[in-house]
């Protein structure tokens, strides 16, 4: 079959197929906070049962999270809505991107009764670091959807399996949870000063399917998951099946990584004590999906870690990248999730600092140098609107670690590429001129002249340096968010996220501030509540998936200033679309 032509219409989705239901759904009627209650109450009861080891149990509970409506509803809404992918076709080219479409797919998916069917996944090419690409499988539409069902019902097994400092694609953790806890694991006098920074070799490739069924087994959906393994791949128009690996794109594949990666603290020789902290002597592992760091005492303990891992993940299908993994002395740093995390001798003593990294500063100057070329020609507020969302998402990364410096060197070199766009956009005015058109104290509260801004218009850049940084509390321990003996300390986890949101326009800031960072209808959140997504293009991207509209509404918000009816609101754009009557809104058709 290697090499074969691949006729996409014939490997599709037919559109009878999803459009086939008679059944009535009003997909904007639909009170989303409820459904995902039942979504969540259930998770919770397959964690408690696998947490107890009552198997019996778990596999019934899965089987009902399966064949669970409001799991196909809210599958669908993730993988249609809220994911960034989801204007990207598989094999069959179709996206579901409107309300009748996605009412129509949910329809479809409820009524399947037999599992074990997958198409192709797409394949695409990324850019990554070094001129590379790095390989992307995309499944059709459908397949995303069954795959994040079978994910919500295989996820809280495994969070109650998983090692506590795995932290890659796992709820209510992220990047900064990892960096956290190295700064906790080797600041101060450690002696834990060698690190073995390693990198798995194209891991989501090299994934052994025989290995990690068998960790799946007696799974319900076990042989689907085999499905979608062994499901193949269409590159150029051309199929070739797979043997191993999970497609990189796939809404389980991180899933299935992490599973596959389970247990790698005792591997390497971690030893906790009966309240979870590690034993002195032994080494502390911190693995963020096929990245990680081991903190070992020793040169020749380091060593040993990299034999054992080795050794561990060979039956796995894994093994080190050569040209990314090294020992190092903590005191030479290292760089992790894009920070440098080094350990400096002052006067006080040794103090860990963990700094955005100079190879994330190459990147972040690249792509601002791009998006500024690009926008030669166009007014200042194009300017504005364009590099906004990119600073803030950049900043709100960076801002956990040591970053006031670095933030006040962007905004100085940002501010010369934006004069040469000045300069060039009036190649017959000077420099005065210029910079009295352009550059003046734009923000209405900061006693700044230099500010970048659109007289015209009144909008202003943001700066790197006006986001306060802001220290991050990681996730403690083997803590989830699918515990439900935990539901207060991810309520107050969630309260203190949503208190000290991300750097956002002023409006949206003083909106959110107003309503608790509620939505001013259904009363939930109105950012996710799990933690910011792990790199600035991630955030940026998250942000604009779940952007809220701006509308006028006469129901009052607890802590909102003035008449009810007398400033703009924020409301999730699924409340509005279910209460439309009588007001105005700037909404994403897709959210």
Not at 137 to 166: C, F, S, T, Y
Not at 208 to 229: C, I, M, S
Not at 243 to 272: C, D, F, Y
Request: glycine share 8%; proline share 6%; aromatic share 8%.
């Amino acid at each position: 079959m290697t090499g074969t032509t691949v006729d996409m219409a014939a490997v599709g989705v037919s559109h009878a197929m999803v459009n086939g239901s008679e059944e009535p759904l009003d997909w904007d009627a639909i009170d989303w906070r409820t459904e995902e209650n039942k979504v969540r109450r259930l998770r919770q009861r397959i964690f408690k049962a696998a947490q107890a080891g009552d198997w019996k149990q778990t596999r019934n509970l899965q089987k009902l999270m399966l064949r669970s409506r409001a799991n196909t509803l809210v599958s669908v809404r993730q993988v249609s809505q809220r994911n960034t992918g989801r204007r990207a076709g598989g094999v069959d080219g179709r996206v579901v991107l409107t309300s009748r479409s996605r009412a129509e797919l949910a329809i479809f998916l409820h009524r399947q009764t037999t599992l074990g069917r997958a198409l192709p996944v797409r394949r695409v090419y990324i850019p990554k670091r070094g001129g590379k690409q790095r390989p992307i499988g995309i499944p059709v539409i459908a397949d995303r959807a069954q795959q994040q069902r079978v994910r919500n019902a295989l996820e809280p097994e495994w969070e109650a399996r998983l090692d506590a400092r795995q932290y890659g694609f796992r709820p209510g953790r992220g990047c900064h949870d990892a960096i956290e806890m190295i700064w906790k694991v080797a600041r101060g006098r450690n002696t834990r000063g060698w690190v073995l920074d390693a990198d798995l070799e194209a891991a989501f490739d090299r994934l052994d399917h025989n290995h990690l069924l068998e960790k799946l087994d007696g799974f319900p959906a076990r042989e689907q998951v085999r499905a979608w393994l062994k499901a193949g791949v269409v590159d150029k128009g051309r199929y070739t099946p797979t043997k191993k690996g999970a497609p990189q794109g796939g809404v389980i594949s991180p899933l299935l990584l992490n599973i596959a990666l389970q247990g790698i603290e005792e591997a390497a020789g971690t030893r906790h004590k009966k309240n979870g902290d590690t034993q002195r002597g032994t080494p502390v592992v911190i693995v963020y999906a096929d990245d990680l760091v081991a903190l070992c005492h020793s040169r020749e303990q380091a060593d040993l870690v990299q034999e054992r891992l080795t050794a561990w993940l060979a039956p796995k299908g894994l093994r080190f990248n050569p040209a990314k993994t090294r020992i190092v002395a903590i005191e030479d740093g290292f760089d992790f999730l894009s920070f440098n995390v080094r350990r400096y001798h002052t006067a006080d003593g040794p103090k860990l600092l963990i700094k955005p990294s100079k190879e994330s500063l190459v990147t972040i100057r690249r792509r601002l140098k791009t998006e500024i070329h690009t926008l030669r020609g166009h007014p200042a507020a194009d300017v504005v609107n364009r590099l906004n969302p990119i600073i803030r998402g950049q900043a709100a990364y960076y801002r956990t670690g040591v970053s006031k410096v670095t933030f006040a060197a962007l905004d100085h070199w940002l501010w010369h590429r934006l004069h040469s766009w000045a300069r060039r956009q009036h190649q017959r005015k000077n420099r005065r001129w210029v910079a009295r058109r352009y550059f003046g104290r734009h923000h209405p509260s900061r006693n700044d002249k230099w500010v970048f801004g659109d007289p015209k218009t009144g909008a202003y850049l943001h700066r790197y340096s006006w986001t306060p940084i802001v220290r991050h509390v990681p996730v403690a321990g083997r803590s989830s968010p699918d515990d439900p003996a935990l539901a207060r300390y991810w309520a107050d986890r969630r309260s203190r996220h949503n208190r000290r949101h991300p750097p956002l326009a002023p409006t949206t800031q003083r909106a959110l501030r107003a309503q608790t960072g509620r939505c001013a209808r259904c009363g939930d959140f109105l950012l996710h509540t799990g933690d910011p997504p792990d790199s600035p293009h991630q955030w940026e991207a998250w942000f604009r998936a779940t952007r809220t509209a701006i509308t006028r509404t006469a129901i009052p918000v607890p802590g909102a200033p003035g008449p009810a009816g007398d400033r703009p609101r924020l409301v999730h754009a699924s409340c509005h679309r279910r209460h439309p009557a009588g007001e105005t809104a700037d909404t994403d058709s897709d959210l």
